[in-house]
């Protein structure tokens, strides 16, 4: 990361990532302490967070945990209101949290799906809200979100509630952008592919990853810093005149037409 941006490249912005305390969450973290920022680490999980911000720490990063359920909207404006009162600022906000447990379809029920939808569709719409204010007060910012080619692209058995979560992501990106352009804030998401994650890990094992593996044009499972570096180009003068898009992470894994008079 360093070999392509400057080492203070994010020096004095505060970025603020939900979901930070493990997988691609924690590699988002990393990248940004990496590069200067000031990182707030939310997460439901506090004591995971707090280890991981300490071993950040160690290595020079300035790195905040901080708990927050995002199920709940009044945690949400606490927790954004806590972070723009400390730091007096909020440059950058990443929704990365997400819920998807494997459910067949016909056994997702109402808290499910609830909750499902809270986590991953209505917590950037609240993140948003409680950041704007802070946003419009410095001349601009940035709304980043972790969607997924799962649900805006295609399907995976068990996984119809995150998926309808994740398509509605992509209309809220497009949106938030047109709405927020004004106030100088750029509204972006990625769209991860297979990631190498303990989430991934759950999906059948060694094997089942190293088919997958084989399968994607670029012959490796993504890590966790490939989606990392995503969020930190999209959040770089770079790319200043994007907004409402979402980049599609996933090694190519979308390209061949699959179909079984093909194969």
Known sequence: MNATYAADAFKGQVVLVTGGAQGIGLAIVSAFAQLGATVVMADLQLQKAQDAAETLQQQGGQVQAMACDLADPGQIAELVAAVGQQHQRLDVVIHNAAYFPLTPFAEIDAVLLQRTLSVNLMAPFFLAQAAL?????????????????????????????????????????????????????????????????????????AAVNQAIAAAVPLGRLGE????????????????????????????????????????
């Open 133 to 205: 204010p802070w946003m419009q007060r410095q001349g601009g910012g940035c709304i980043l979100v972790t969607s997924s080619v799962t649900g805006p692209r295609v399907a995976y058995p068990g996984l119809a509630h995150y998926a309808a979560s994740k398509a509605g992501v992509n209309g809220f990106i497009r949106a938030a952008a047109l709405e927020l352009a004004a106030a100088g804030v750029r509204v972006n998401g990625v769209e991860p592919g297979m990631i190498r994650t303990p989430a991934m890990a759950n999906l059948g094992g």
């Open 224 to 263: 966790p810093e490939d989606i990392a570096a995503a969020m930190v180009f999209l959040a770089s003068p770079a790319a200043a005149y994007m907004t409402g898009q979402t980049l599609v992470v996933d090694g190519g894994a979308l390209l061949p037409e699959a179909h079984p008079v093909l194969s």
